[in-house]
């Protein structure tokens, strides 16, 4: 987690931009020039997308150290749509950017090596050379089917220095039905999966105290953050669910510790600032950068 | 379910083969074939995956209801394995096989809308018109973030005639981590899930009493088997496991409930028979064939 916390330090803000893009936040221009160069088809939709967000990105990465990748709404527009995810994640990355992507993936051991080849290790291709699939540090993974899911992505993450977030608790209002289940040891499903992580990725403990295996904790959470930042002191965190889904600075405060410990996600509200606020279709890029100065104010007023 | 149930009646055949296509599997002048074509990328081993699926299914659509695809073998080639995903669906579909994407999609609502929409539903292009991303009838899904999952997913399924199905209980030597926790009300984790699964879906019971949420549950779990045909019985199940997992006939055959209930899914075993029994890589697909066919009468003999 070394090379994340570090942008973190350098930008003095602990902040991540989702890059959740979706058709209705680009504005009408960009649609246009997509329409007009592909016509009405997944290549122009994913067209779109790309543009949209270089050009989010160029105004950002003076401000944030990640932007995070919400695979679903790339996944929606077939092969076209990933490439699209691709190009976006080669950007960022070169844009200096740390890169998340937030897939959530799991399976059983022999198909998750397959996942974590894709986007944290590298492919092997007919003649047995090895390369990369995707621009990516990081993948979310969701744990239900217990740690063999980890022992690839482990694997990955320590030879290829990058990092995964394990689902732990999630910002959405059904995050109780499965995450909170209590034990006859008296500790909740979430909690039993944060002892697995923390046990598997000691080994992989950084120089600022935090293992290559975090935890997506919601910013909705506010009791949560505070009692897993005591109860895994290793584990850093990323935080969905601020902004749109009503998670705020102060909440999200208690998962940092000497003001670091976590990274705090907002997408919505950052990329559709600019039809909130009436702004010229032209700045959307800049209502973003705006946007995310805000955020990182606000984070900054309670965490330091 | 309706439509896969009568796919499975009709080849008189519960089972399903696991596309989970990889480059070891590929006999040699196949993959010599991609090179020549394309030289060392991506593109050369996507092309020899879907040279190989369209092999496989030409032999088998004669006597198995449908295919499933392990999305992770997919991924790790990027936007041109996404490619090989959407012929390979798209080729099967048109084959008359039912096509079920393994991805274990899992997210918030807004987000699991766009996977719906990716797999079951339809994608709203630049002009707001809207047409189907990939051929596929079924998508599994983990619910660990609880209801809010799959309210996209049964709105789908019910407009577009799709099924989805739900991780219970897996078939990984892991699996009790998680899914078997005890509940204070005595029951498990994975019975829970499989409580709202259930509760959910009971609107979409078609005319041979599944609805259209099944529920994936290991062959390599005999007495989950059992409980839970007992406990869910409006619950079609996806059984994986059969075969290089060691699930068995007889194992399995407690899915079953007058002839019906479940459907297994063997991979490995069928796609590298070739290798295993030294048959000449020109004969590859027949012998999965050879395979399938041993796999169907097994479990037919417990079965019926």
Sequence with gaps: M?????????????????????????????????ILKYGNNFKAASFAILSFNKKIIDEIKEIVPAVKLQM????????EGIK???????????????????GKRNDIKSSMECYSRAYLG????????????????????????GKDTLAPILNDCEKYNKTAFV???TSNPSSNDVQNIKTKENIKVFEKIGQICENLSKKTIGKF???????VVGATQKEELKSLREMFPNTFFLIPGYGAQKGNAFDVSFAFKNGIGGIVNSSRKILTSWQKNNIKEQNFAKQAKEEAIKMRDELNSYIN
């Design 209 to 215: 105290n935090y293992s290559k295996i975090g935890a």
């Design 2 to 34: 070394d090379k994340l916390i570090k942008l973190i330090k350098k930008f003095n803000n602990p902040s991540v931009v989702g890059l959740d893009t979706k058709l209705e936040y680009i504005p009408q221009h960009i649609k246009d020039e997509a």
């Design 122 to 145: 590298k492919t092997k291709l007919l003649n047995g050379e090895e390369v990369e699939a995707f621009s990516c540090n990081s993948l979310t993974v969701n744990l239900y089917l």
């Design 84 to 102: 699209t995810l691709e190009e976006t994640a080669k950007y960022a990355q070169s844009s200096g950017l740390y890169v998340i992507f937030d």
């Design 167 to 169: 689902l732990f608790k």
């Design 72 to 79: 679903a709404c790339y996944e929606v527009f077939g092969a």
